[in-house]
């Protein structure tokens, strides 16, 4: 594990690691941890629903909630129902805590890595590129079934480069488990391994390569197929094909979804992971160029003196079929879009990272002279640590804050209802006023057939009554879906902004055409539907009193 300048890695520096990560964690994301509105964007349409476990009126059974629940792994499922039924834990909070786990699972494992290849100091820099580079965080942020994508994914590779099959089963049914479709790849790429391995009369990788290591496989795939099937089976699938995103306006950039047409291999083999290592997301366009030709000559000096020959014969072999395996994932996975989902997922973890690992060996042995003095290394190690905290600040987090008082006001109408409006502030309503909503953004997957079927007529009708002219029309669409409430965003209801879209494909050109025709908006006449305003520029319209229907009991 070690190389002799290195001396044996000791147990403190596995605790160095880890807590050198929870700083940068605890600073990067001090403004989640601080404020439940502050969040992973995709918290609102995934984990939303359990909530359920600590108060069992919250979100009564719906589609939202439903298809919600369904898209969740199971194991996922179980980690949050343990943390709010065990530990009474908001499911909000927990997906912040899970994240920092995670982001310290993923330090770990880089270090391992580097210990593994060549020894401590190497595992340091490692360590560093995971807290410095800025990718790694914004999957990981939020708890989420992708969360587990970048840690299970290093955590394989070590164990490859380990030669531990039993780590390498281990790591694989725990993807099965949280994040389906990495196990299909690295379940791919040992498979890939292990064939070549025959082929060529080369010795067999540590998986598979005995027996048992087949029910492995046959478990895993077993779990990754339930999952998949479970959704079809509650009417929520299949995948759409390459016909359909072809013909769907939400597919496409207009649309929000930016799936279709597929984008040029380059942007995801070469410009987004270099974004992400240069300062262009941090500062901008020139400066990110100026980054890059500022760490170039630290990478011509590193990639001359690394011990190429040495690193090769311990990871290259695991490097090169797990790159191999998720190119030729990736290619298939365009073949045939969007049926083995979006493609990149199958290639961008791969790339990111071997991209930071070789990053890590040439700053490591570019370096190598500033690490032989003790006030060099402690220089190094409070950058890294300074720029970590620095670059990853805010990383996958969203600030929502602005909409509050409208959720404590949401949040003190009856358990039982239900909201509509514009499907963008909905997510939001639905997420920090937990209550229920007819559609909202966030959940409008068109990618899920069986789904899409069931969610695109509410996203319509809604469309429908938010810009309607005539308020029979807002009533008949409460009436239809049992609607007890509007949230009427009243800058949304303007020609102008009617025009220009403000929910998204196929529902645009309607949405223009509601706004072009003669009267006003029907939900801006305060005399047919009386509001109250939580905040300024936002109505609540209450539509029991007009609809006829019963007042529930306020919530508390």
């Avoid at 029910?215 to 959704?231: P, Q, R, T, Y």
């Avoid at 995103?245 to 083999?269: H, K, M, Q, S, V």
């Avoid at 992400?276 to 100026?290: P, Q, R, W, Y």
């Amino acid at each position: 594990m070690t190389a002799p300048s290195d001396g044996p890695v000791a147990r403190r520096d596995w605790l160095v690691v880890a807590l050198c990560s929870v700083a940068v964690f605890l600073a990067a994301h001090r403004l989640g941890l601080a404020s439940p509105f502050v969040i992973n964007d995709d918290v609102r349409q995934q984990i939303f629903w359990m909530a359920r476990w600590l108060d069992p009126a919250l979100y009564p059974p719906d589609l939202l909630g439903d298809y919600a629940a369904a898209y969740v792994p199971l194991a996922l499922k179980a980690l949050y129902y343990a943390a709010a039924k065990g530990s009474g834990l908001d499911p909000i909070l927990f997906s912040k805590l899970l994240t920092g786990g995670l982001f310290v699972a993923l330090a770990l494992a880089f270090f391992g890595l580097g210990a593994a290849m060549e020894g401590r100091r190497l595992g340091y820099f490692c360590a560093a590129m995971a807290c410095c580079l800025p990718y790694f965080l914004k999957n990981i942020s939020g708890g989420l079934s992708r969360s587990f994508a970048p840690p299970l994914l290093a955590l394989f590779f070590l164990a490859w480069v380990r030669r531990s099959g039993a780590g390498m089963a281990a790591t694989l049914l725990a993807q099965a488990l949280f994040i389906p479709y990495i196990a299909v790849l690295c379940a791919f790429c040992a498979c890939c391994d292990a064939f070549w391995a025959r082929i060529t009369d080369r010795a067999a990788g540590p998986f598979p390569s005995r027996p048992w290591h087949g029910l492995i496989l046959l478990g895993a795939a077993a779990l990754v197929w339930s999952f998949n099937h479970s959704l079809t089976a509650a009417g929520f699938g299949p995948l759409v094909g390459r016909e359909t995103l072809a013909i769907g306006p939400e597919f496409t950039a207009a649309g929000r979804l930016e799936l279709y047409p597929l984008p040029n291999p380059f942007f995801d083999l070469v410009y987004w992971p270099f974004e992400g290592i240069g300062l262009f997301l941090d500062i901008g366009l020139f400066t990110g160029i100026a980054s890059l030709a500022v760490l170039l000559p630290f990478v011509v000096v590193g990639a001359r003196r690394a011990p190429w020959r040495g690193l090769a014969a311990r990871a290259g072999r695991p490097a090169a079929m797990l790159l191999a395996g998720s190119l030729l994932f990736y290619v298939l996975a365009r073949v045939v879009a969007l049926k083995l989902f979006v493609p990149d997922r199958y290639i961008a973890y791969t790339i990111n990272l071997l991209y930071a690992l070789a990053l890590a060996v040439v700053l490591r042995h570019a370096l190598d002279r500033l690490l032989a003095r003790v006030g060099g290394r402690v220089v190094l190690a409070a950058l890294a640590l300074a720029v970590g905290m620095w670059r990853l600040s805010g990383a996958g987090l969203y600030d929502y804050r602005a909409d509050a008082a409208l959720y404590r006001a949401v949040a003190a109408l009856p358990k039982d209802a239900l909201l509509a409006g514009n499907p963008e502030l909905l997510d939001d309503v639905l997420t920090f006023g937990r209550r229920d909503v007819v559609a909202s953004y966030e959940l409008a997957h068109p990618w899920s057939q069986g789904y899409w079927t069931m969610y695109y007529p509410r996203l319509a009708h809604q469309a429908e009554a938010y810009y309607a002219k005539d308020a029979d029309v807002v009533l008949e669409f409460a009436r239809a879906y049992g609607v007890t409430h509007m949230v009427v965003r009243e800058a949304d209801l303007t020609k102008e902004a009617a025009a220009k879209g403000p929910l998204f494909a196929p529902f645009n050109d309607r949405i223009a055409a509601l706004a072009a025709t003669a009267g006003n908006f029907a939900l801006l006449d305060g005399e047919k539907f009386p509001y109250t305003s939580p905040e300024p520029g936002v109505r609540l319209v209450d539509l029991r009193p007009l609809t006829g229907a019963q007042p529930a009991v306020p919530g508390p």
